[in-house]
């Protein structure tokens, strides 16, 4: 009797500790939150002296999002030298959101993007480059990745 | 003998595993009652020990969140920021959590002034400590278990005292509910054990049913069952991953490695970037967290910024998940959004610590743990009081195979705490291949 005691015990076990791992679809059980996602498509390259067109393609649920709550570009470079503040983006169908801009001067640019639809608000930024980099601004990009390799360092 | 107990075989063998598991846990059980003690008043405790730290006067505007980073990382050059807490009202400082030479550390920032008030490591908060110990008698893991095994036990020895307790025919109300006095210093000293132990019996089971959700064996796998049904927390609070970006880490932007020359092409640096700390907040605000929330900040590219608030009362609680390049909430769980038994569970923890209902709740819980100190401890001069000089004392052990309900009950107990069960098969271990077999032993614990 003792032995099938134990034997019906180690089985139990074995079933209570195997069975313990959270499911895949887990999070279907519970609130679950379908985000706006934006795709920022920058020109590949830019000449000089022409309006440049930067497009947002946005995304809810895998499903194109046709008249967004609101589509805002902001644009400005790294050194300060040219800031394009918050302008409403054109909507050309098919969730494509644009604005064109000249970018007459060489540099490091960054562009966020400020959209929301149904309750979804996303302000996604994204960094490019026009022309060549300044020394300035490879040292400013470089002074960030070596905050970030120290930093891993001590993370492991 | 002198008072007259009922000499059945079922009777004897409640007292005997009650003596046991009473004289093994008994000692663990004061360590957790008078650790939990000094923890329901963490509140007030650090109030008082962190006063310095945490008060400030406001003037003006307060400085962005990434300014007051930026400034502990000047002050802080090779540390890793982990974690962001503004402080809950005008007054409060806010705190960066940071890890350098592998010590956690908490700087305590005036977002006024952008200055450091001081540092804490968190090896040094004393609370820490008690809590280490109440959880985890500060040995890890196997502490972990020690205190899950007492914690099942002490239910074992709940169910068990009931029953020894449990009036018999005819019996009035004192030595039930009252000690009786005046009958002799073995009736005395029994009723000093029994009396109280029954009325703190109720507060005591919850204490320990509300305890076990974080234990680390039982709790995590009850947790797990429970999100697993839906009926649980939403996966990431207490077990689960924060869910992940939706970016795919080809659009993230890569950094030149070299000063000299770009070692990676230009197309790799252009790409998203992570948000500012700033913009969380903002989020923050926006998605009206509970003032007294902080901010994790994701140290690989594809982790997010958690929010998380659990505040003094388990209605408030919230979690939330955001993207660390588009700002996107990937998740907002809220205590509404809490199954059933997460909801419970959540209610269970904020009585347990004490917070739920302020001083009312500590007070009650208090009570609680000082009857537990002083039952623990009557039990243990009951036993001494009445010891052999040459033996241990226990109860005489019938055959076991001989009470089936006993045998079912253990069972049962066994299945539902599986360290119980497990700890069960260790005793019967023993019992069978060491006390049956060694003479002198067996006369010791009147096997």
Not at chain 1, 125 to 151: H, P, R, T, W
Not at chain 2, 107 to 127: A, C, Q, V
Not at chain 2, 307 to 328: M, N, R, V, W
Request: proline residues 5%; negative net charge; contains cysteine.
């Amino acid at each position: 009797m003792k032995k099938n005691i134990c034997i019906s015990f180690i089985f139990i076990f074995s079933i209570l500790l195997s069975a313990c791992s959270l499911e895949k679809d887990v999070t279907d059980l519970y609130k679950e939150e379908t985000p706006l996602e934006a795709e920022i498509i920058i020109p590949a390259s830019f000449s000089a002296n022409t309006q440049e067109t930067i497009k947002a393609v946005l995304t809810k649920g895998g499903k194109m999002v046709e008249n967004a709550d609101f589509v805002h570009f902001e644009i400005w470079k790294q050194d300060g030298s040219l800031k394009y503040s918050m302008e409403q983006a054109e909507e050309k169908g098919n969730g494509t959101y644009t604005l064109s801009k000249n970018f007459d001067s060489d540099g490091l640019y960054y562009i966020k993007v400020h959209a929301s639809n149904d309750d979804s608000i996303i302000m996604p930024q994204k960094q490019f480059i026009v022309g060549k980099l300044s020394e300035s601004e490879l040292e400013f990009l470089q002074k960030g990745i070596q905050k970030k390799a120290e930093s891993h360092e001590h993370h492991h | 003998m002198e008072t007259k107990q009922p000499n059945t075989s079922l009777y004897r063998t409640v007292w005997r595993w009650h003596f046991y598991a009473g004289i093994i846990f008994a000692p663990l059980l004061i360590i957790l009652a008078v650790t939990g003690s000094i923890y329901l008043f963490k509140p007030q405790i650090e109030q008082f020990l962190y006063q310095d730290y945490q008060a400030v006067t406001p003037q003006g505007d307060r400085l962005p969140a990434s300014q007051q980073i930026e400034n502990v990382k000047e002050l802080y050059p090779d540390a890793v920021v982990t974690k962001y807490h503004p402080g809950e009202n005008a007054s409060r400082s806010s705190e960066v959590s940071i890890t350098s030479n592998k010590e956690s550390l908490t700087i305590f920032m005036d977002p006024y002034t952008g200055k450091s008030i001081g540092e804490l490591n968190d090896e040094d908060r004393i609370m820490d400590k008690i809590e280490e110990i109440h959880g985890e008698l500060m040995a890890g893991t196997l502490g972990d278990r020690i205190v899950e095994l007492a914690a099942c036990w002490a239910v074992v020895l709940i169910v068990s005292g009931l029953y020894l307790w449990y009036p018999k025919k005819n019996q009035s109300l004192s030595g039930v509910l009252f000690p009786r006095l005046k009958k002799g210093k073995h009736i005395f000293r029994r009723d000093l054990h029994a009396v109280p132990a029954f009325w703190i019996t109720a507060g005591m089971l919850f204490l320990i049913m509300t305890g076990l959700p974080w234990s680390g064996f039982w709790g995590n796998n009850f947790q797990l069952l429970a999100t697993n049904s839906g009926s649980g927390y939403p996966p990431s609070i207490w077990t689960g991953s924060a869910p992940t970006s939706s970016i795919k880490t080809k659009d993230i932007a890569d950094v030149p490695w070299a000063a000299e020359n770009l070692d990676v092409p230009l197309s790799d640096i252009q790409g998203f970037i992570p948000l500012s700390i700033d913009d969380v907040v903002t989020i923050a605000n926006r998605e009206d967290m509970h003032p007294s929330y902080s901010i994790n900040i994701p140290q690989e590219t594809e982790g997010v910024y958690t929010l998380s608030a659990f505040p003094a009362k388990a209605q408030d609680e919230a979690t939330i998940h955001i993207d660390q390049y588009s700002g996107a909430v990937l998740a907002d769980y809220r205590y509404d959004h809490y199954g059933l038994i997460g909801k419970i569970v959540a209610w269970g923890i904020t009585l347990h610590k004490g917070t739920q209902f302020g001083l009312i709740n500590q007070i009650i819980s208090l009570l609680i743990c000082l009857g537990i100190m002083f039952v623990a401890c009557s039990g243990f001069y009951l036993w001494w009081k009445r010891k052999p000089k040459k033996s241990l004392g226990a109860p005489k052990a019938p055959q076991i195979k001989n009470i089936k309900l006993f045998l079912f009950l253990l069972i049962g107990l066994g299945i539902l705490f599986p360290l119980v069960g497990l700890s069960l098969i260790v005793v019967w271990l023993i019992d069978w291949l060491i006390i049956k077999k060694i003479s002198a032993v067996k006369n010791f614990l009147n096997a």
